[in-house]
Nanobody, 124 residues
Framework: QVKLVESGGGLVQAGGSLRLSCAAS????????MAWFRQNPGKERDFVAA????????AYADSVKGRFTISRDNAKNTVYLQMNSLKPEDTAVYYC?????????????????WGQGTQVTVSS
C-alpha cells in the first residue's frame, strides 16, 4: 500500500537549518507531484511547498519563499525539504503528501496520501 514516512525533524535555534526527508513506497513515485504541509495544534494544515513529478518545477507559500527549497530524487523515491533561516513561527509538525493526479492548487483536498508527520521546533 501507499506509504510516506517523514524524517529529519528536531529542535533547532532560530536562524538554523534542517533538512526533512519523505520516503515513499507502494506506488510509482516518479508519476506523482508531491508537497509538504505543516500544522500546529488546533490550526489548519497549511501548504508549504510542492514539486512536480520530474522535479523541474516547484511552488512555495509566501511565508517560506526564499528560505525553503523542495526537491526530489526519483531514483530514491524521496522528497526533501531544505529549511534555512528558520524562525520560531516555522515550528510545526511537517507532513509530506502525494497530489491526486490531475489536480491543481494547494487545497488539502487535492492530496490523497499523507505521512505521519515530523516535528520541527525552532527556539528563539
Amino acid at each position: 500500500q501507499v506509504k510516506l514516512v517523514e524524517s529529519g525533524g528536531g529542535l533547532v535555534q532560530a536562524g538554523g537549518s534542517l533538512r526533512l526527508s519523505c520516503a515513499a513506497s507502494g506506488y510509482t513515485f516518479s508519476v506523482y507531484n508531491m508537497a509538504w504541509f505543516r500544522q500546529n495544534p488546533g490550526k489548519e494544515r497549511d501548504f508549504v511547498a510542492a514539486v512536480t513529478s520530474s522535479g523541474s518545477s516547484s511552488a512555495y507559500a509566501d511565508s517560506v519563499k526564499g528560505r525553503f527549497t523542495i526537491s526530489r530524487d526519483n531514483a530514491k523515491n524521496t522528497v526533501y525539504l531544505q529549511m534555512n533561516s528558520l524562525k520560531p513561527e516555522d515550528t510545526a509538525v511537517y507532513y509530506c503528501a502525494r497530489r491526486r493526479v490531475g489536480t491543481y492548487g494547494s487545497s488539502r483536498l487535492n492530496f490523497d496520501a499523507w505521512g505521519q508527520g515530523t516535528q520541527v521546533t525552532v527556539s528563539s
